[in-house]
DNA sequence: TCGGCTCTTGACCATTTGATCAAGAAATAA
DNA sequence: TTATTTCTTGATCAAATGGTCAAGAGCCGA
């Protein structure tokens, strides 16, 4: 009987259908309460479930959250991925600022879960960041070196500048309530892609020219 | 008797000392933890006292949250206050960079429950943000803005400069554990400090010369 | 239609955890 | 010393919570 042996690896519809609802619910929950501040029950009423119903698709609540942290970290690498040594540099660097101000706008659980997951130590992500993302960080920051090399950017310290743009892109989906009260209102997106890069950028641009006081 | 009246002000030495003992304890592992993630046994037995005992002092686990929130929200404000319109423009803001990467360095832990407080919608502190915080980042921003109408730093978007700032300082507390990860090495404070500061001023200096490629 | 596999759930369990309380120990004022 | 107040704790409770299980319902290929 083949059944028997493709039992391992084949998934129904049903698996497929429920494990996807499932994930999304715990994204949303994990994302706004924490590991700990998370429920089982309260995924499995999230997702339209019941409690055993949800333990039969993932065992263990653990489960659950490294399932739902490794769908979130190969998207979070993706912008940072495609940064090109050959393109122009300034136009490569908005594009991806661009892109992490689009993500924390379209995707602000997925930050925050990655951000509460770190801010608590990391336990679950220790290899992902001293693996994959170390090696990333490492080949983009001589992208950049290579730029300021070729005299195109300004001199600035590769891997302290690539923090700063995840800092303060991840500020709009990690602080947004801050932001928000701060501010009074909810802040535009386009208004902060556009002040952001200014900030960001505006420092590497070579032969630039600023107007003089007086 | 005069006691009586004293009763429900007067706070004995073992009062006075227990309490900071309590509070010591709890910033530390609810920083680490979270709210949800610590336990009332936690910190009483960092802090060396029964649980029974640390509840005399704090009726609910929430008492201490509070009391060590808001400890730690008058220090994150302090170095704000002090940016002076009259100041030269870039020394003020180097200074208050610098002010936040020693704060980052010195007490990851207040940058970190702050952080997650925020990072869980703030239920805490929705009223600070939306009553001090926003009414002395309104100052400032007029501040900056004050600067740029002078001529003195080039035009930036200045509430969102300031959200950049805290988001670039803070990330090396609140993210420390990624940064050492993808550095391979703890980050040394003053280069973080320069780096930070570069990344952050550079591009609002006017009648800078930048070289010029070729 | 039938037999087996997948899916679903009510009931239940063990542990954790925030909080209480009564009673005793220690400090303090008279 | 003595009386009173403050401080400390072992024992205990009720609720919340992660996880189990057996039994039933539903799906699907032959």
Redesign the interface.
Known sequence: MPKQEAKALQKSRIQHQNRAVILAAALEVFS??????TTVDQIAAKAGLSKPNLLYYFRRKEDIYVAVMEETLDEWLKPLRVLDVKGEPIAELTRYISEKVDSSFAHPQAS?LF??E?????PHI?KF??GP??AL?EEKATVIRQWMA???I?P??S???I??I???T???A??S???A????EE?KRE??K???T???????????T?????
């Open positions: 706004a309460y924490g590991y700990r501040g925050r951000a509460n770190i801010l608590h130590g990391a220790q960041l001293k993302l170390k960080v070729d005299g195109k300004a600035v310290d891997p302290h500048f923090f700063s995840w800092a303060v991840q500020h709009y990690d602080f309530v801050q932001v009260a701060v501010l009074g802040p208004r902060v556009q002040a952001v200014e900030i960001l950028l505006r420092g590497l641009q070579v032969g630039r600023v107007f003089h006081a007086e």
